[in-house]
C-alpha cells in the first residue's frame, strides 16, 4: 500500500544521500553526464523548433530512471527488477526524443508532394526559387513551413542555395528529399527548365508515394502476425498460472530453469526484433 512506497522512497533517498557523502566525484559526473545529455536534446529539439530549457529536460532526464527504479523495486520488492528500471530509464527519454523527431519528419515527408507543386505552381508563376520558398513558408502548414522559412533564413545570412538545401536534406534525410536537392542543384548548374523538371519530379514522387502506401498495406498483416506471435508465450505462461501455478515453479527457483527461462525471453525478444525489421516499411 502507500506505507511500502514510502519506505521505498525513504530507503532509496536515504541510499542516495549515503552515495553522495561517500561518492561525491562520482555524483558530480553523473551530474554534468545528465547535463550534457539535456544540453544534446535541447539542441537537437531547437533545430525541429521545440522549445524545452536545458533546466526542464534534466529534471526530465533524472526523474524517469529514478521513478522507473522505484516502480520496478516497489512493485516487485526485488532490487535487481529496481536497477533494471533504473537502466530502462536512462534509455527512456532518448527514445522519446527519436520518436518527435520521427513524427514530424513523417509528417514533413507526407506534405512533400503537394509543397512541390505549390513551389511548380509558384515558378509558373514567373517566381524566382527564393520567392517560391517564400510561398511555401507562408502558404504551408507546419512543419514544411518551418524548414523552408529556415532555408530562406540561412540564405539572407549569405548562405548559398546549394548549402542551405543541403542543410534541408541533412535534417530531413529520405530518398524524396534526395532527388529534390539534387534536381535543383543539377537544373541551377545546367541552367534547364527547372518548371519542367519540378512537374516530372513530382510525378515520380507521386508514384513513389502510391508504392511505399501498397508496401505499408503489404507489410501491415505481417506485423500483425509479429505482434500476435510475440504475445503468445505471455498469454499461455498467464493461462498456465492460473490452471497449475506450481507448474511453472521450475523456471523461478531451479538455477538451470532461471537460466533457461531468461534464453527463452532472450530468443523472443531477438525474434520480435528480426521480424519487426524485416517486414518494416519505408517512411
Known amino acids: 500500500g502507500m506505507t511500502t512506497w514510502v519506505v521505498y522512497g525513504l530507503?532509496?533517498?536515504?541510499?542516495?544521500?549515503?552515495?553522495?557523502?561517500?561518492?561525491?566525484?562520482?555524483f558530480d559526473e553523473f551530474r554534468r553526464a545528465v547535463r550534457r545529455r539535456a544540453e544534446q536534446a535541447s539542441a537537437q529539439l531547437e533545430e525541429i523548433f521545440v522549445k524545452r530549457s536545458i533546466q526542464e529536460l534534466q529534471r526530465f532526464y533524472l526523474a524517469v530512471p529514478i521513478g522507473l527504479g522505484l516502480l520496478g523495486w516497489g512493485t516487485t520488492g526485488q532490487w535487481f527488477f529496481g536497477l533494471l528500471g533504473l537502466g530502462l530509464g536512462l534509455l527512456v527519454p532518448q527514445m522519446i526524443l527519436q520518436q518527435v523527431k520521427g513524427r514530424r519528419q513523417r509528417k514533413f515527408h507526407g506534405q512533400f508532394v503537394e509543397s512541390l507543386l505549390l513551389l511548380s505552381s509558384a515558378l509558373r508563376a514567373g517566381l524566382s526559387l527564393p520567392q517560391a520558398f517564400a510561398v511555401l513558408a507562408e502558404e504551408m502548414s507546419s512543419p514544411s513551413s518551418e524548414e523552408f522559412a529556415l532555408v530562406l533564413k540561412e540564405m539572407r545570412m549569405g548562405v548559398s542555395l546549394g548549402d542551405a538545401l543541403i542543410h534541408l536534406r541533412e535534417r530531413l534525410p529520405s530518398d524524396d528529399m534526395t532527388l529534390f536537392v539534387t534536381a535543383v542543384l543539377v537544373v541551377r548548374e545546367t541552367g534547364g527548365n527547372i518548371t519542367g523538371i519540378f512537374a516530372r519530379l513530382v510525378e515520380t514522387l507521386r508514384e513513389r508515394k502510391k508504392i511505399k502506401?501498397?508496401?505499408?498495406?503489404?507489410?501491415?498483416?505481417?506485423?500483425?502476425?509479429g505482434l500476435v506471435m510475440a504475445f503468445l508465450p505471455v498469454i499461455f505462461t498467464v493461462v498456465i498460472s492460473k490452471m497449475d501455478p506450481t507448474h511453472l515453479r521450475f523456471f523461478l527457483e531451479d538455477p538451470d530453469g532461471k537460466l533457461l527461462l531468461a534464453a527463452v525471453v532472450a530468443?523472443?525478444?531477438?525474434?520480435?526484433?528480426?521480424?519487426m525489421r524485416f517486414s518494416r516499411s519505408p517512411i
Open 213 to 225: 502506401e501498397r508496401i505499408v498495406t503489404l507489410t501491415f498483416m505481417a506485423k500483425m502476425q
Open 267 to 275: 530468443i523472443q525478444v531477438f525474434g520480435m526484433f528480426l521480424f
Open 11 to 26: 530507503v532509496f533517498s536515504s541510499g542516495a544521500l549515503l552515495g553522495h557523502a561517500g561518492y561525491p566525484l562520482l
